[in-house]
């Protein structure tokens, strides 16, 4: 499997450290829509059932500032986590419909045990996918919010992706960003 950008990336974008982990830089869109963000590395669904499996910490300290794991297709959701003003929450979130007024609805959210987790997405054959977190050092894995099944007709061509987001208006200096440890990915009971 091949990783991509979701436009031409710009230098700055990326670190990576050579050991399995990479930083994003948390990039602005004007709407804070992750369709219109390009700075999405992707690989394509695999057309089979699949789990995503990485760790993400949030770096920096402006609210709204957030970074995870995106299901990504002419309607996205996107889970992992978001710096809150009291702190860091693990959120699930989703597209709202063209035209609405909001560009993101929240589907779960709650206070995060710190700005580290390993995250999990697992898309069963018919597009549906479920999200779960656990705890460093816990082994317990925990799910979160409804699982989220892409519309028939929108969801070929979905990716699912890494990003680091931070809210319009927020400068450069404030950004921050997430950094992801490597990423596991398992289709049909076979590492790929």
Sequence with gaps: MRWHWQANPQPGWVEAS???????????????????????L????????????????????????RGGLVLLGREYAWFGLV????G???ALRRSTPAG????EESLAQAPAPGDTLDVRLAIDDSGTASFS??????G?????????????????GAEVGLFAAAPPGTPAAERGGALFGPVRVTVAGKDA
């Design 133 to 138: 977190w656990c705890a460093l050092g816990t």
């Design 100 to 103: 609405a007024a909001a560009v």
């Design 83 to 86: 710096r809150t003003p009291t």
């Design 18 to 40: 050579g050991d399995g982990a990479l930083r994003l830089r948390a990039q602005v869109t004007a709407r804070g829509d992750l369709r219109e963000h390009g700075a999405v």
């Design 140 to 156: 317990a894995w925990q799910d979160l919010g409804p699982t989220w099944t892409a519309v028939a007709g929108h969801w070929i």
């Design 88 to 90: 860091v929450d693990v």
């Design 42 to 65: 992707c690989q394509q669904l695999p057309g089979r059932p699949s789990t995503w499996t990485t760790r993400v910490t949030l770096q920096g300290d402006s609210p709204g500032v």
